[in-house]
């Protein structure tokens, strides 16, 4: 069983930055692609940002050139770096993990984390 554990939200105000980790524990051998999602109020739930066991990342439009995902194996963590945030980014995020290829799509996540709330201010 995979465990994932958020961490790293809070308020902020518009044009901040903020780190949210996802640590894991478990049986993580063979997981492949790892993502970030995000869920505001009355939305869909979104992907945000993923990478997959070979480094490759992807990018929602929406975050492109603001966010940065990463990893530390060492650490076990999941790290999102959220540069030049905006009120349209508040929402609940959350890690997943799974096995398959990523495919932009929850499709590809079998694990998930409780999530973390981020709020941006005007």
């Known amino acids: 069983q995979v465990q994932l554990v958020e961490s790293g939200g809070g308020s902020v105000q518009a044009g901040g930055s903020l780190r949210l980790s996802c640590e894991h524990s478990g049986y993580m051998y063979s997981i492949y692609c790892r993502g970030w999602f995000r869920q505001a109020p009355g939305k869909e739930r979104e992907g945000i940002a993923e990478?997959?066991?070979?480094?490759?990342?992807n990018y929602a439009d929406s975050v492109k050139g603001r966010f940065t995902i990463s990893r530390d194996n060492a650490k076990n963590t999941l790290y999102l770096q959220m540069n030049s945030l905006t009120p349209e980014d508040t929402a609940m995020y959350y890690c997943a993990a799974g096995h398959k290829y990523c495919s932009g799509g929850d499709d590809a996540y079998n694990y998930w984390g409780q999530g973390t709330q981020v709020t941006v201010s005007s």
């Open positions: 990478i997959d066991g070979d480094g490759n990342v």
